[in-house]
């Protein structure tokens, strides 16, 4: 399996190409790392491929916040310059400089 680099990056808003969503993105897989039973889950016509980098995103919908994890392949930027209102936003990032978060600095022992 070849690696792909990632097309996104951590705090970059994008949106689902199929579904009514958008996030900003808070960590990034190189390929597929949840499990069978999420990945079966997902109808065949619609599954993604594995060899890809997945993202994980503080997702909202037009209704609800959540955490989702979407394929490269099933995502774009969104430029639409609204900041994402999911409440774990503060958690993550610092701010929203020209539609990027900056991730927030995390001390550690």
């Known amino acids: 399996m070849t690696l792909k680099h990632a097309k996104f990056r951590i705090g970059q808003v994008v949106k689902h190409r199929i579904f009514p969503f958008r996030g900003v ?12 039973e999420w990945w079966n889950a997902i109808p065949e016509n619609v599954r993604p491929r594995k060899d890809q980098p ?12 959540y955490v989702a994890y979407v394929s490269e392949q099933n995502l774009l930027v969104d430029d639409s310059e609204v900041p994402v209102r999911h409440p774990q936003v503060a958690e993550f990032f610092d701010a929203n400089v020209d539609g990027i978060y900056r991730p927030r600095e995390r001390v550690s022992h």
């Open 54 to 65: 997945f993202y994980h995103l503080l997702a909202e919908s037009e209704d609800t916040e």
């Open 25 to 36: 993105i808070f960590d990034v897989d190189p390929v597929f790392a949840n499990t069978e």
